[in-house]
T-cell receptor, first 112, second 114 residues
Framework: KQEVTQIPAALSVPEGENLVLNCSFT??????LQWFRQDPGKGLTSLLL?????REQTSGRLNASLDKSSGRSTLYIAASQPGDSATYLC???????????FGSGTQLTVLP | NAGVTQTPKFQVLKTGQSMTLQCAQD?????MSWYRQDPGMGLRLIHY???????DQGEVPNGYNVSRSTTEDFPLRLLSAAPSQTSVYFC?????????????FGPGTRLTVL
């Protein structure tokens, strides 16, 4: 059974810092890995999707990498801003791709 | 596009009541699913559909029914609400190509069962 782990569970940084969020998964036979953002009381917003054949994806200040062989992905946020404060979730398709298996998330706080 | 929409946003039920959570998408996505999010449990799949007329169970289907009569709509029915069904419910959709297609989520329905 696929298991997804995110470390750390919470992170607090001053504005302007570059930071890395970690995601690990136990079964490397994945189709893709997706990073989401969830604001308090809101739904999930997709940030980046990395296909299994890709090593990284970039969107603005966000860069996600994928290392299937080691079962790891990282989300790099450059020049963090208070508006980046949210919970960040990674997820991989599992169960014959019928569902996403989510990590428990990293709650990020960027202090002004 | 409105994306994935859900109604209602909030709902309070008494034990034993039934209700339907509505979900609609306007992106012509074939694949739709329902998740529930609980503290300490993360997001868990309830039911999913790969197209109109086709539904199947996910990880936690007991107490819920679904149907998919059109591509756009995927309602979730609670047959007889129980306090254990207090949760936040999310509907999601994507195209059928799992390797490349982003999953989109609705804003959620926050359900409390007393």
């Amino acid at each position: 059974k696929q298991e997804v782990t995110q470390i750390p569970a919470a992170l607090s940084v001053p504005e302007g810092e570059n930071l890395v969020l970690n995601c690990s998964f136990t079964d490397s036979a994945i189709y893709n890995l997706q990073w989401f953002r969830q604001d308090p009381g809101k739904g999930l917003t997709s940030l980046l999707l990395i296909q299994s054949s890709q090593r990284e994806q970039t969107s603005g200040r966000l860069n996600a990498s994928l290392d299937k062989s080691s079962g790891r992905s990282t989300l790099y946020i450059a020049a963090s801003q208070p508006g980046d404060s949210a919970t960040y979730l990674c997820a991989v398709p599992s169960g014959s791709a019928r569902q996403l298996t989510f990590g428990s998330g990293t709650q990020l706080t960027v202090l002004p | 596009n409105a994306g994935v929409t859900q109604t209602p946003k909030f709902q309070v039920l008494k034990t034993g009541q039934s209700m339907t959570l509505q979900c609609a998408q306007d992106m012509n996505h074939e694949y739709m699913s329902w998740y529930r999010q609980d503290p300490g449990m993360g997001l868990r799949l309830i039911h999913y559909s790969v197209g109109a007329g086709i539904t199947d169970q996910g990880e936690v289907p007991n107490g819920y029914n679904v149907s998919r009569s059109t591509t756009e709509d995927f309602p979730l029915r609670l047959l007889s609400a129980a306090p254990s069904q207090t949760s936040v419910y999310f509907c999601a959709s994507r195209m059928r190509r799992v390797s490349t297609d982003t999953q989109y989520f609705g804003p959620g329905t926050r359900l409390t069962v007393l």
